[in-house]
């Protein structure tokens, strides 16, 4: 059964960045498809970026494009999001999610992924 654990979340002023990491142990990620979901208090959870799993293809939400960056790091068996200029509404827990045959498709709907991370907090305040 593969696992996820994200880390990397923090506390960060606005316009500050932040890293996260969504790692794996005894699966190799290149073989899945990644996507990034996020969930603000009080709202539904929502799809932030995602990558296919030839890492041909990726997709951002339109609320973070140019400012967020997805990429695999096949050395260390992750995929990061990188977060840069960060602002308070990308407050959050974000989650990353996996679904094999994945192929050169970037699924944005969560109900495309099968396996979850338990989360980790963003939080962007001064």
């Known amino acids: 059964q593969l696992q996820l654990v994200e880390s990397g979340g923090g506390l960060v002023q606005p316009g500050g960045s932040l890293r996260l990491s969504c790692a794996a142990s005894?699966?190799?990620?290149?073989?899945?498809?990644i996507g990034w979901f996020r969930q603000a208090p009080g709202k539904e959870r929502e799809g932030v970026s995602c990558?296919?799993?030839?890492?041909?293809?990726?997709n951002y939400a339109d609320s973070v494009r140019g400012r967020f960056t997805i990429y695999r790091d096949s050395a260390t068996n992750t995929v990061s999001l990188q977060m840069n200029h960060l602002k308070p509404e990308d407050t959050a827990v974000y989650y990353c999610?996996?679904?094999?045959?994945?192929?050169?498709?970037?699924?944005?709907?969560?109900?495309?992924?099968?396996?979850w991370g338990q989360g980790t907090q963003v939080t962007v305040s001064s």
């Open positions: 005894g699966f190799t990620l290149d073989y899945y498809g």
């Open positions: 999610a996996a679904r094999t045959h994945s192929g050169d498709v970037c699924y944005e709907s969560e109900l495309e992924y099968r396996y």
């Open positions: 990558i296919s799993s030839s890492g041909r293809n990726t």
